[in-house]
């Protein structure tokens, strides 16, 4: 396909548009029923999205080649299994990508969606996606595509499930193979500004008092005698004795094992913890999740969280190594890089999702890290959007 029309469902900020665009599509219809994603949309490429996709008529969208769409993962009802496809689908967003392609009956269609569909709800969500396709005329593969931009040297994990749909009368779609063997090496380095390319740095940067709490961390896991970094959560409140009145059996046994370990990380280190603990509460930031640590940064003879990337999360500070960036994702939750003291920025992620420097986010920060972390990665749109269209 030399030049397509193609239609963008779901479109948030234009992942699937950026990937189109660059194979040689043009967008004649998008849609997005959150309005600062469709003037972000219009702000970059000069089209206004239309609103909620459930309350648009198939005769209303223009004809396509190729149909786009990163849908919400829903579940389907088990008992339209009985009554049909429809049934099964009915009021959910997928629905509404059947109606449009039964109306239109484009070429192809490509949908991405997060991993857990594949496994959604023990199959049941694959079997009816895949089964309703088919049933409206597409070849598919049996199984969906799982993969992740770190697999081609984008430095962000984000396994997500991709569907290939190519109408039967012109051909089946070649299996989709990936050696994960062949994965390129990611370095976070090649999406980073510069700090002097960065305007009001100052907002990214990490607070005075979480950097004091990091050296705090820092110093805990360099001065315990371990055999090995703990593989389970640190909890400040829980490196102490054991309260023999305390029943520990009204918790989950996932949580009684940590709270042993603690204690066991406690037993080994009691001189230590007790000198370091009563300084590390007088950090004001020392309470809740960042009296918490999740070391997932294998094992190193010194291990230091500024050479690592960190997120402060509800479950704790999870450190990472820093080969590649965790998934963004769509509540403000971004990434601290250790070497740089400073989050994320925009345009940082912007680069993750493999859009152009061109791209313009949305001039309010929340959303634009929003829209970023609800985003398709380009470069897997573009990957199997060739692999679909055979180029
Ligand atoms: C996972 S995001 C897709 C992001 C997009 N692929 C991108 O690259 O930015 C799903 C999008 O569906 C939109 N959405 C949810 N319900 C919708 C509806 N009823 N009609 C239109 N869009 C909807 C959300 O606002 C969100 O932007």
């Avoid at 989709?176 to 510069?194: V, W």
């Avoid at 080994?268 to 300084?279: C, T, V």
Wanted: a neutral charge.
């Amino acid at each position: 396909m030399k030049s397509f029309k193609y239609i963008d469902l779901f479109c948030g900020i234009g992942g699937f548009h950026q990937a189109m665009q660059s194979l040689g599509g043009k967008c004649v219809f998008a849609s997005d029923i959150d309005e600062d994603c469709r003037k972000t949309y219009e702000a970059n490429y000069g089209i206004k999205p239309t609103g909620d996709i459930t309350k648009i008529e198939a005769c209303d969208i223009p004809a396509h080649d190729v149909l786009c769409a990163g849908f919400p993962c829903q579940a389907f009802s088990k008992a339209g299994k009985r009554l049909g496809f429809d049934d099964e689908t009915k009021g959910t967003l997928f629905f509404d990508i059947c109606r449009i392609l039964e109306f239109h009956k484009p070429k192809y269609a490509l949908l991405e969606n997060v991993r857990n569909l594949a496994s959604h709800d023990k199959g049941n969500t694959w079997r009816v996606i895949h089964d309703k396709l088919v049933s409206l005329g597409y070849n598919l593969l049996p199984e969906p595509v799982i993969f992740s931009p770190h697999y081609v040297g984008i430095p962000q994990h984000r396994e997500r499930v991709y569907i290939m749909c190519v109408k039967k009368e012109i051909g089946d779609i070649r299996p989709f193979t990936f050696d994960k063997k062949e994965m390129a090496s990611c370095t976070i380095e090649s999406i980073l500004q510069k700090d002097d390319e960065i305007p009001n740095i100052q907002e990214y940067r990490i607070s005075p008092d979480l950097e004091d709490l990091i050296d705090l961390w820092n110093e805990f896991l360099q001065n315990i005698v371990v055999d090995k970094l703990p593989g389970f959560p640190v909890w400040s409140d829980r490196l102490c004795d054991l309260d023999p009145h305390e029943d520990l059996t009204e918790y989950p046994s996932w949580k009684q094992n940590f709270i042993h370990k603690n204690n066991e990380l406690y037993l080994a280190n009691r001189g230590f913890i007790s000198e370091w603990l009563p300084r590390a509460k007088r950090n004001p930031l020392f309470f809740g999740a960042k009296a918490k640590l999740e070391w997932q940064a294998g094992q190193t003879k010194l291990p230091n969280i500024w050479n690592q990337i960190f997120q402060l999360r509800p479950s704790g500070i999870r450190v990472k190594v820093n080969s590649y960036f965790p998934a963004l994702v769509a509540i403000v939750q971004t990434s601290i890089i250790g070497s740089r003291r400073r989050f994320l920025t925009p345009r940082e992620c912007a680069r993750l999702q493999s859009f152009p420097d061109t791209f313009l986010p949305d001039v309010k920060q929340a959303q634009a890290y929003k829209q970023f972390g609800n985003a398709v990665n380009v470069e897997c749109v573009k990957l199997f959007g060739r692999h679909l269209f055979n180029i």
